[in-house]
């Protein structure tokens, strides 16, 4: 018999490859972080003695879901500015707040409320844009949780950096910090085409592709970016980008929600990938992202929350659902992008994204125990013909009863096992009344 650190039992083991697999009555044997294999739970009783036994049953177990793109300590500002369009949400709200905050405090307090939130919706690992990416990198090293952490690039000067060789610079010193890290990795992250200029963004790709690091950017968000593009720079920013040569298979492009065939043309033939917020672009009405087209024009999607300020939850099963109904709708087919490809863009597809497909985003051997456990056993939820059906149109992230990462539990029936719940509260609600002195 075999000595092993855990073993998992479920109704259902959902490894999301080979896709579209539901295993019944199967167990996840894990030594040292990583999966040793997956077998029915049977056989599991007879090969393998696990210092830990665990049994789920009426659960599925899932891959830890992927956020491909959020600014975790915004979640500080989650309602202070609904229901206005893009530029002037930011020019009249949010920016105007981070600049009277933002501080490496206010960051770790958000995204300690951000990590919190997201484990106990099952998401293992998350891509981040925000100022001091150090602080947020250390909060989720903190809580046990993997995270990608943006390398911010701007032409102004903000709390972090004065100028774009300064953001560069310290970008490229967080990397450095962390370039070991067995949880933490890093991407470089110029906010967008409209604030960033050529150089940098040209010293981007040149950097992204000496250290193999993906490019995190917003990319045809709005209308109104792509007529300012077009005033400013006499093309559409995803021409200009590729003229830059920052599309490569490094990229990956936030929202894209306003693209012609010609568009997808382009990004399909750079090999990029795409982070899908279907909830922030409808609430910001920015656009509807032809996720069905570019994804028949083999575009990898990945699936995002945005920022609480913008969306306003970190909740990737209601995403995953709002990502499958909206691809229907905007293809004007039922049969668009389906449950089992849902759950792929929530997990595997945001693995290959941010260059983590060897390490997580589907249960196979060798892989890190990044794993959730789903009760399907509730009145919400029956009956269950398909347990990935279930997963994607009727469970909420409520039903989200455990979460490891790496093999260590950080969320046990439902109780986050590293955070303080009641600090990280009492933290949020200081800041809600220093927010509002100056709202």
Same mark, same amino acid.
């Given at each position: 018999m075999n000595h092993i650190d855990l073993l998992i039992h479920a109704s259902w083991v959902i490894p999301v490859e080979p896709t579209n697999t539901v295993l019944d009555d199967h167990?996840?044997?894990?030594?040292?972080?990583?999966?040793?294999?997956?077998?029915?739970?049977?056989?599991?009783?007879?090969?393998?003695?696990?210092?830990?036994?665990?049994?789920?049953?009426?659960?599925?177990?899932?891959?830890?879901?992927? !956020?491909?793109?959020?600014?975790?300590?915004?979640?500080?500002?989650?309602?202070?500015?609904?229901?206005?369009?893009?530029?002037?949400?930011?020019?009249?709200?949010?920016?105007?707040?981070? *600049?009277?905050?933002?501080?490496?405090?206010?960051?770790?307090?958000?995204?300690?409320?951000?990590?919190?939130?997201?484990?106990?919706?099952?998401?293992?690992?998350?891509?981040?844009?925000?100022?001091?990416?150090?602080?947020?990198?250390?909060?989720?090293?903190? *809580?046990?949780?993997? *995270?990608?952490?943006?390398?911010?690039?701007?032409?102004?000067?903000?709390?972090?950096?004065?100028?774009?060789? +300064?953001?560069?610079?310290?970008?490229? +010193?967080?990397?450095?910090?962390?370039? !070991?890290?067995?949880?933490?990795?890093?991407?470089?992250?110029?906010?967008?085409?409209?604030?960033?200029?050529?150089?940098?963004?040209?010293?981007?790709?040149?950097?992204?592709?000496?250290?193999?690091?993906?490019?995190?950017?917003?990319?045809?968000?709005?209308?109104?970016?792509?007529?300012?593009?077009?005033?400013?720079?006499?093309?559409?920013?995803?021409?200009?980008?590729? +003229?830059l040569g920052v599309l490569s298979e490094h990229t990956v492009a936030v929202h894209m929600a306003n693209l012609t065939d010609r568009d997808i043309e382009i990004y399909a033939a750079s090999g990029g990938s795409v982070a899908h917020c279907p909830e922030s672009n409808l609430k910001l009405a920015s656009g509807f992202s032809p996720v069905e087209k570019m994804s028949q024009a083999g575009i990898n999607i990945a699936i995002g929350t945005d920022g609480a300020a913008s969306n306003n939850d970190l909740d990737m099963l209601g995403e995953m659902r709002s990502a499958a109904l909206l691809a229907k709708g905007?293809?004007?087919? *039922?049969?668009?992008?389906?449950?089992?490809?849902?759950? +792929?863009?929530?997990?595997?597809?945001?693995?290959?994204?941010?260059?983590?497909?060897?390490?997580?985003?589907?249960?196979v051997k060798g892989k890190a125990a990044d794993i959730v456990a789903i009760n399907l056993d509730t009145l919400e939820t029956q009956p269950i013909y398909n347990p990935i059906s279930q997963i994607v149109y009727a469970a909420s992230r409520h039903l989200v009863s455990d979460v490891w990462v790496a093999g260590e539990h950080l969320l046990k029936d439902r109780v986050l096992t590293r955070m303080d719940d009641q600090q990280i509260l009492s933290a949020a609600k200081n800041w809600q009344q220093q927010l509002m002195k100056n709202s």
């Open positions: 167990a996840i044997a894990i030594q040292d972080g990583k999966i040793v294999e997956i077998l029915p739970s049977a056989r599991a009783a007879n090969l393998y003695q696990a210092d830990l036994v665990i049994h789920k049953k009426g659960h599925a177990l899932i891959p830890g879901l992927i !956020n491909s793109h959020t600014h975790t300590a915004m979640s500080l500002m989650r309602g202070l500015a609904d229901d206005l369009p893009l530029m002037k949400w930011l020019n009249e709200h949010i920016w105007p707040a981070e *600049a009277a905050h933002v501080s490496t405090e206010f960051v770790r307090d958000g995204s300690d409320l951000a990590i919190a939130e997201m484990l106990r919706g099952g998401i293992t690992c998350f891509n981040d844009m925000y100022f001091y990416p150090d602080e947020t990198a250390r909060r989720a090293e903190a *809580a046990g949780m993997r *995270a990608v952490v943006g390398l911010i690039v701007l032409d102004f000067p903000t709390i972090w950096a004065k100028d774009s060789d +300064e953001y560069i610079h310290r970008g490229l +010193e967080v990397h450095d910090q962390f370039r !070991n890290d067995g949880l933490i990795t890093t991407a470089f992250a110029p906010h967008s085409p409209y604030t960033v200029s050529n150089e940098p963004l040209e010293r981007v790709a040149m950097y992204a592709e000496e250290l193999d690091l993906p490019i995190h950017i917003h990319l045809h968000e709005t209308e109104d970016e792509i007529q300012q593009g077009l005033s400013q720079h006499g093309n559409r920013p995803i021409e200009r980008l590729l +003229e905007v293809a004007a087919d *039922a049969s668009a992008i389906n449950a089992a490809k849902a759950l +792929e863009m929530a997990t595997i597809n945001g693995a290959r994204a941010l260059g983590l497909a060897e390490t997580c985003g589907s249960l």
